[in-house]
């Protein structure tokens, strides 16, 4: 690890990759667009914060996860790697609810509630969270794939996605606000709400290669802890970031009163943490003899983003 925080110039092409994919599948599927209410069909509130531009750095890792161990066949990682912006995409309408964070900026644009309403915004998440599945199902994109690959990797997305990952870190994320955590309560909470997800990003890499179960381990717990890392660079942002650069309302976390890791520790140990986090997680992927060189170009950029 340098430190430094250089943009890796292959993110772009990998982000165009997942965002034409997407579009492609839309339009293949042909949602109906002719009932509109409001002007606006569940479509147009689906994809207003699917294809606005975020990192997607879940379906990056699933594709880097997949590349460093051989695997580079696109046509069959894209489905895998894309579903995963429609799952995360889902948990970001819903997480910026009323009920929920009751945020009202996500990606530099009012989020989906205030465009679209309320019950759009449920029903939207909703079927982007069910999308994911179909997508993951489709016999032309698993054309060639062993089906005990296939249910292997379905299987680990679905768990991370909810009793056992990003819903369960959600509830006590939520049910927490306003008390007093223990640093491991903090962290057992980002470990489910975000390192989960991150965490079967790898996983599935490493499946669709074909590694067998002690390489998927590994692949599991690098992801676990990159996610750890960038959660607590999250929460940094959270406080460090100003609302044009982050394109979320900064000091959210504060308004909620959420306990962070950074509030707990302080900006200085969580730096300390979050290098900690991703030395281990190098050693874990070092563990696998995969070719790490842009999985590791990509957390060193992350956990110096600005963004
Ligand atoms: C089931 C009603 C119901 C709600 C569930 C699961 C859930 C809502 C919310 C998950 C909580 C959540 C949003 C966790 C992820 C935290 C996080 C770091 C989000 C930001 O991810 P980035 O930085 O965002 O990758 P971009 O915009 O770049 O994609």
Known sequence: MN???????????????????IITHFDKMGYGNKFRHNKFSLADSMLYTLTT?????????LMLAAESLGFTD???????????????????IHDDLPQMDNDSLRRGKPTNHIVFGEAAAILSGDALLTEAFVMLTDEN??????????????????????????VEGQFHDINSFG??????????????????LISAACAV??????????????FRKFGNLVGLAFQSMDDVLGIT??????????????????????????????GELIKEYNDKAMRHLEKTGAETGKLAELIIYLTNRIS
Do not use: C
């Open 179 to 196: 008390e007093s955590l223990s640093l491991e309560e903090i962290e057992y909470i980002n470990k489910k709400k975000t390192a989960g």
């Open 241 to 270: 970031g100003n609302k044009e650069v982050i394109g979320k309302t900064a000091g959210i976390d504060k308004t909620n009163n959420r306990l962070t890791v950074a509030e707990k520790i302080g900006l200085e140990k969580t």
């Open 141 to 166: 994109y698993t054309e060639g794939l062993e089906p005990g690959k296939i249910i292997k990797a379905i299987r680990e997305i679905s768990y991370a996605s909810g009793a056992g990952g990003l």
């Open 74 to 92: 696109k046509k069959r990682i894209l489905p895998f790697a894309s579903s995963l912006e429609l799952i995360h995409s889902y948990s970001l």
């Open 53 to 61: 531009p975020g990192k997607r750095i879940r379906p990056i890792f």
């Open 205 to 218: 890499g490493a499946i669709l290669s074909g590694a067998e179960e002690p390489v998927v381990s590994e």
């Open 3 to 21: 430190g430094l925080s250089v943009y890796p110039t292959f993110i772009d092409s990998y982000k165009k990759l997942i965002d034409d994919f």
